[in-house]
Nanobody
Framework: VQLQASGGGLVQAGGSLRLSCAAS????????MAWFRQAPGKTREFVSA????????RYGDSVKGRFTISTDNVKNTLYLQMNSLKPEDTAVYYC?????????????????????WGQGTLVTVSS
């Protein structure tokens, strides 16, 4: 599966952005999908993940209550709605897909579980 992330940009603190990750090649209905981010000089950080069923969702502590992950299986697209953005949210955001998640498994928060990655989209939050 190929992943194409988009929607990044420059926004003021307190603003909102919605990231998209369009998948092609295979439907994402049997995948766990996730967002990770990497700020300059920092290690990659888990942001959020969603099971293909849509019933299991996980968020990193730093984004809980502000970010919402979702999928549109008709459009084969993953989304990340980001509200109340902070300067510390500034990073390159990557989408990823894990084809190995089982029906009863949780989507992983670890990047090594994900086999497919998008190219990243830059989010810059100004103070």
């Amino acid at each position: 599966v190929q992943l194409q992330a988009s929607g990044g940009g420059l926004v003021q603190a307190g603003g909102s952005l919605r990231l998209s990750c369009a998948a092609s090649g295979r439907p994402i209905t049997n995948y766990a999908m996730a967002w990770f981010r990497q700020a300059p000089g920092k290690t990659r950080e888990f942001v959020s993940a969603i099971h293909w069923s849509g019933t299991k969702i996980r968020y990193g502590d730093s984004v809980k209550g502000r970010f919402t992950i979702s999928t549109d299986n008709v459009k084969n697209t993953l989304y990340l709605q980001m509200n109340s953005l902070k300067p510390e949210d500034t990073a390159v955001y990557y989408c990823a897909a894990d084809p190995s998640v089982t029906e009863f498994g949780l989507p992983s928060t670890g990047g090594t579980a994900y086999d497919y990655w998008g190219q990243g989209t830059l989010v810059t939050v100004s103070s």
